[in-house]
């Protein structure tokens, strides 16, 4: 590792997956430069007990310890500067999350926070995605997980406002979402519709960065919701076993992708936006980019 380098390490303990990150930082006279170092994605899917038992069974907090002991180690072997641990819907929603929370920091030393859907979205925004954008044009940025679904509207690389709905891939997959939440969410995309005119939104998460893998677009190249329900077709059309065999997609990943689909489609039609942007970052790079403007205010 160069010696101008920095490395932190970011935890989502996610509905669908348990990702442990490790980034780079490197820091340069134009800048600091964020760079992956490693990721380590566990298909611990905690709201299969979440949102139908209201609790997580003992088998998924002990594959939990499991990877938060390896975790330990792999920070100290890459010698990190410091760290956060975030577990969103599944936990923070499970009756005895708090409990699990207790004992993971007991056994392993590693404390999680329970975050709510606001600060998951604040997290996302740390990317600094949007400064990158066009000026004075409205964006959405929409992080789909296996719980719940973040908005961030935000212009001029400014957050104007930010939502959480308890519309995720599982909950959608079980059929598990109140029509009171789809209302909800309608009515807050059409009120930013009207107010704020958003043209893109910037779309994260594991299954809008399969799709756009699938499409073969440019990295930053626009999809449309054409190609979006082009592809929606295709995927609707393949078995379970086909799109794992035929796209090469993951079993956790093949049987959600088609609401995950489907919710970005919605998210299109009320909010009026004609394309995505799929930068292919979340909230572990959103925690990177925190722990290193905390990292620089305590230099300073």
């Not at 920070?75 to 410091?82: D, K």
């Not at 999350?97 to 207790?102: A, D, F, I, Q, T």
């Not at 807050?188 to 677009?217: A, M, R």
Request: net charge neutral.
């Amino acid at each position: 590792m160069m010696d101008s380098s920095l490395c932190f390490a970011s935890v989502d303990i996610g509905s669908n997956a348990v990702r442990l990150f490790f980034g780079y930082v490197f820091e340069t006279k134009a800048g600091p430069v964020f760079k992956k170092a490693s990721l380590v994605r566990l298909p611990i899917r905690l709201g299969s007990d979440s949102f139908h038992k209201k609790a997580i069974n003992r088998e998924k907090i002990d594959d939990i310890i499991s990877a938060m002991h390896a975790f330990k180690h792999l920070m100290e072997a890459f010698n990190v500067i410091s760290y956060r641990a975030c577990a969103t819907s599944a936990m923070r929603d499970a009756s005895n999350g708090k409990e699990v929370v207790s004992e993971i920091l007991d056994l392993t030393g590693i404390n999680i926070e329970l975050i709510d859907g606001e600060s998951e979205a604040g997290l996302i925004f740390e990317n600094h995605i949007a400064e990158k954008l066009e000026a004075n044009e409205a964006f959405i940025y929409m992080d789909v997980g296996g719980g719940s679904t973040e908005f961030t509207l935000f212009r001029d690389g400014q957050k104007i406002n930010a939502k959480s709905f308890n519309i995720g891939t599982i909950r959608l997959k079980d059929d598990l979402v109140e029509q009171k939440t789809w209302n909800d969410l309608r009515s807050w995309l059409n009120e930013i519709k009207i107010s704020h005119q958003p043209k893109k939104i910037i779309g994260s998460g594991g299954n809008i960065n399969t799709l756009f893998k699938l499409t073969q677009l440019k990295d930053m190249q626009p999809l449309t919701r054409r190609k979006i329900e082009s592809w929606l077709k295709i995927l609707k059309s393949l078995s379970f076993d086909e799109k794992i065999y035929q796209l090469g997609l993951r079993p956790d990943r093949a049987d959600v992708i088609v609401p995950a689909t489907e919710l970005f489609i919605e998210a299109m039609e009320h909010s009026g936006c004609k394309e995505i942007i799929v930068p292919k970052v979340g909230l572990v790079d959103g925690i990177i980019h925190q722990l290193y403007d905390e990292y620089k205010k305590g230099k300073n």
